[in-house]
């Protein structure tokens, strides 16, 4: 250990490990979502309110079902990555574990299960 | 103020996207499965939440690229990122009437 540089032994312990990419993917799905989610808002405020087979039809047309396909899967990875932050920040021990495993399972089963909605109304 | 109010707005959003997800696996499995779904979601608590969360939507939205513009490098006074927060709170309060007005 003694005959290691200072730099060698600083090497992987500063802040920098994957964070820096962490909050690059942030950037990235926000920049996506700056666009996805008016054109969400406008599409599913439109639905909401139609009757079923209305509905139905409405959402079986490529454009409304591929923002929602869209806004949901990056919608939700995003949420995956900010609520980490957050329970990172507030909670220690095992509990952030649990909740950030917990979390990033509801996010890809939510995710999963809308477009799977979505494939299954267009198809 | 305006930060940690993004992040709450941001995780208080769970709420309206998980009743979207339902919305819409309802509306995947059948008419009595929509019925109960959208009764719920068009209920004075559902409507509660989905207009809360649109205005949530546009708050988050709005303070997210007030984060991506200091990323860039740029508004970093204090002075301006407050004149931003000012307009960026009038900005969200006008989407949201305007949502609730147009749909």
Known sequence: MRYMTDRKRASGLGSAKSGTMHHWHMIVSSVALVGLVPLFIFTFGRALGMGYDEALVYYARPFPAVVAILTILVGFYHFKGGVQVLIEDYVHGFARKALIIGMTCLSYAAAATGVFALARIAL | ?103
Do not use: C, K, Q
């Open chain 2, 1 to 103: 103020m305006s930060s940690i109010v993004t992040r709450l707005t941001g995780n208080a959003l769970i709420v309206a996207a998980l009743m979207v997800v339902w919305w819409f696996i309802a509306l995947a499995t059948g008419p009595e499965a929509f019925a109960r779904a959208d009764g719920f979601v068009r209920s004075w608590f559902g409507d509660l939440v989905m207009f809360l969360s649109v205005w949530a939507v546009w708050y988050h939205l709005i303070f997210g690229v007030r984060h991506l513009i200091w990323d860039s490098g740029r508004m970093l006074d204090v002075e301006a990122s407050e004149r931003f927060a000012m307009g960026g709170v009038i900005a969200s309060v006008l989407l949201t009437i305007f949502v609730v007005i147009v749909l």
